[in-house]
């Protein structure tokens, strides 16, 4: 079961910032390309453009969160290999900094 368990978690770490990076790219160019030509009034593009984004909001947010599950799953689960590797303390500050530029992106959506 360990085994099932470490492919799904290994999997949301792979694809949740797929989801978020995939949607985001799409979002930054075409959403924000069709509506850019969608009327002539600036604010009604930005307005639907806007409108997009919202809707994309809370699925980026869903997608950084199940990769979230997916790094903090295998360490918790190898809490205690990771904490005598001496590499953990790098590999920890990797992963810290993943996290963080995930978040500061997410940020960007708002």
Known sequence: ??????????SFHDV???AWFG?????TVGL???A???????????????SGWRRWTPVGGAAIGVHLVGSAG??????????TQPSAVDS???????AEALMAG?????
């Open 1 to 10: 079961m360990k085994s099932v368990r470490d492919k799904v978690l290994r």
């Open 16 to 18: 949740g910032p797929a």
């Open 23 to 27: 949607g985001s790219l799409m979002g």
């Open 32 to 34: 924000n390309g069709a």
């Open 36 to 50: 850019k030509n969608h009327s002539e009034s600036w604010k009604h593009n930005a307005a639907l453009a806007s």
């Open 74 to 83: 295998p360490v918790a689960a190898n809490t205690a290999p990771v904490a």
């Open 92 to 98: 920890r500050q990797h992963t810290t900094d993943k």
């Open 106 to 110: 997410m940020e960007t959506h708002r």
